[in-house]
């Protein structure tokens, strides 16, 4: 069979390059694009063996891609070996805490950490009352035994005398309360302070380390003392000048004197008020930063400037309820008490032979009535006192940025690391949110000055150097590429000014 392009039926003018010889079968067979150039010799699978990828050419050496602004051509540190668990949560977020937050976290802490915050505190209250009431009974007990062994006028003489004794016996005891005050505030600030990063003190550290701190906590409370007396003084002489009036028999002067001594003791409120929230934190700054009594009132002083108001309705909210709840208990307590007795003396009088058995009654509902007061009261020692450290805490990261420091006390502890240092004595990070009444120092972006009337080109006009383009007009393109404006510059002209 003849092929159908002959050179007999080419057509005249075709040349003979093109015929049948150029774009035959054999051009495009099997021998120029068959099995062998496209079979497994060239494209088979020893061009995509194993080692052509193999781990040398994305190890350690140099990137065969260019190197990069991380690229510094070493192997990476080895990452910590096994599984590492996320960061126990702590006990507030860290970064500066609204109102809401502050307050929730306050009865937060009542289940964090219970053994150590509430354990100590019932232990220390339960010794430091009953020793109170241990002393003065025993100096009275003592002085009526006295009384009723001596006779005439020495018993005359002891029993006027006992009083005195018993108020002397009180002064040990208030030095007792203020020991057990501030081995509870230690103790209950050491508590948040571990919270904060998701930690728990040990009662033993916590113990210890509070007695290192009470010394400073007692001179703290001292000069409170001492400070609330001199303030008392000039209402004690107003009213003694009272007194002293009215058995002179001059009424108007115990008007006068009588009128001052109101305006005295009001003004004496308002200062007790003002003094504790501005020393507030002042216990706080003495057990987590190791300061002195006057330096720890001083750092006080300066965290709650500007934060006054704040900090006082929080305190002040947060004693309130407490306070409530306590008068609810102790009414609770009388109430059953006055059911109790009318239930077993209806008439007012005891049925002969059941003498004991009311005694017992009423025994047994007063020491259940004692001890929910002594649980209230503990639980409001854990509340107040880890509410005046959660709010230096958060005063502490508003004004210093305490929360950077915290947060790097997680993470290393996250990580397996020991942390390098105290967070709660690191320096000061400048603050993270502006003080009220205080300026905020940040940059402002100040807009460039805008043309003067007559200076933006009319429509069809080009745009002459340095003055303003024309509305919707596409930027000039600039040959010189070093003439181009970096993003942190300013645009060449300045906006239109507004409407």
């Known amino acids: 069979m003849t092929s159908p392009y002959t050179p007999d039926d080419r057509g005249p003018g075709v040349p003979e390059q093109y015929g049948a010889p150029g774009y035959g079968r054999p051009q495009y067979g099997d021998q120029q694009y068959g099995g062998q150039q496209y079979g497994d010799q060239q494209y088979g699978r020893p061009q995509y063996e194993q080692p052509q990828y193999e781990q040398p050419q994305y190890g350690a050496g140099p990137n065969p891609y260019g190197a990069a602004s991380w690229d510094t051509g070493e192997a990476a540190p080895p990452s910590p070996a096994g599984w590492t668990p996320a960061p126990r949560q702590g006990l507030f977020p860290l970064r500066p805490l609204n109102f809401g937050e502050i307050f929730g976290t306050s009865f937060k802490l009542l289940r964090t950490n219970p053994g150590v915050s509430i354990g100590s505190s019932a232990i220390i209250s339960a010794v430091s009352t ?59 600030v050491q508590v948040v302070a571990a919270a904060a990063t998701g930690e728990r003190v040990r009662f033993k550290q916590a113990w210890a380390r509070a007695w290192r701190r009470l010394l400073p906590l007692l001179g703290y409370y001292a000069l409170i003392g001492v400070g ?54 002042a216990p706080s700054a003495i057990v987590l930063e190791r300061l002195g009594a006057v330096a720890g009132m001083r750092r006080s002083w300066r965290l709650v400037k500007g934060y006054f108001w704040r900090t006082l309705g929080i305190s002040l909210l947060l004693q309130v309820i407490v306070g409530t709840v306590g008068q609810l208990v102790s009414g609770i307590g009388g109430f059953v008490l006055g059911i109790i007795g009318g239930i077993l003396a209806p008439s007012g009088a005891v049925a002969e032979g059941q003498e004991w058995a009311v005694i017992g009654v009423i025994g047994l509902v007063t020491l259940i009535s004692a001890a929910l007061g002594v649980i209230v009261g503990v639980l409001t020692v854990v509340l107040i006192a880890g509410n005046a450290t959660i709010m230096y805490a958060d005063l502490r990261m508003r004004k210093e940025g305490l929360n950077i420091h915290l947060q790097q006390v997680v993470d290393d502890r996250a990580e397996g690391r020991e942390p390098e240092g105290d967070p709660w004595t690191a320096p000061d990070l400048g603050p993270t949110t502006p003080t009220p009444g205080e300026p905020w120092a940040q940059p402002q972006a100040q807009p460039g000055p805008y043309p003067q009337a007559g200076q933006y080109p009319q429509a069809g006009q080009p745009p002459q150097p340095g003055a303003a383009p024309q509305a919707g007009a596409a930027p000039q393109a600039q040959s010189d590429p070093s003439a181009q404006a970096r993003p942190d510059q300013q645009p060449p002209y300045p906006p239109y000014p507004p409407a």
């Open 228 to 281: 609330a007396l001199l303030a008392m003084l000039p209402f004690f002489g107003l009213v003694v000048g009272v007194i002293a009036a009215a058995d002179a028999g001059n009424g108007g002067l115990v008007a006068l004197l009588g009128v001052l001594a109101v305006i005295v003791s009001i003004g004496f409120v308002v200062l007790v008020v003002w003094l504790s929230t501005k020393l507030l934190l």
């Open 130 to 188: 009953a020793i109170s009431v241990a002393v003065p009974v025993g100096v009275l007990a003592w002085g009526v035994q006295r009384s009723s062994m001596a006779t005439g006028a020495d018993a005359q003489e002891i029993m006027t005398a006992t009083p005195f004794w018993v108020l002397l016996a009180m002064v040990p005891v208030m030095l007792l309360n203020f020991l057990a005050s501030g081995l509870m505030q230690a103790i209950i």
